[in-house]
């Protein structure tokens, strides 16, 4: 079993940072590649960034040179560096990690005041 636990969502400015953590733990065999989601209220989920474990990256295009996703694979753990972060990006940012199955972690909250 894998267990994924988010860490340094919180409130911030517009302009603002933050960087969020990813911590994976349990047997992790084959893994392709973990990531970022993010669901606003009422909205759909929707992808931010991945990495795979070739150590390509991916982002959406709305947060494509602001956010920068990373990984140290000696303390399996991914970060999510969050630079000018706006109101939009408000959300609850939700950690994943893939192999044969998705995994998912329990959310975070980021929340950006005008």
């Known amino acids: 079993q894998v267990q994924l636990v988010e860490s340094g969502g919180g409130l911030v400015q517009a302009g603002g940072s933050l960087r969020l953590s990813c911590a994976a733990s349990g047997s992790i065999r084959s893994l392709n590649g973990m990531g970022w989601h993010r669901q606003a209220p009422g909205k759909q989920r929707e992808l931010v960034a991945t990495?795979?474990?070739?150590?390509?990256?991916n982002y959406a295009d709305s947060v494509k040179g602001r956010f920068t996703i990373s990984r140290d694979n000696a303390k399996n753990t991914v970060y999510l560096q969050m630079n000018g972060l706006k109101p939009e990006d408000t959300a609850v940012y939700y950690c994943q990690l893939q192999t044969s199955r998705t995994y998912w972690g329990q959310g975070t909250q980021v929340t950006v005041s005008s």
């Open positions: 990495l795979t474990s070739s150590g390509s990256t």
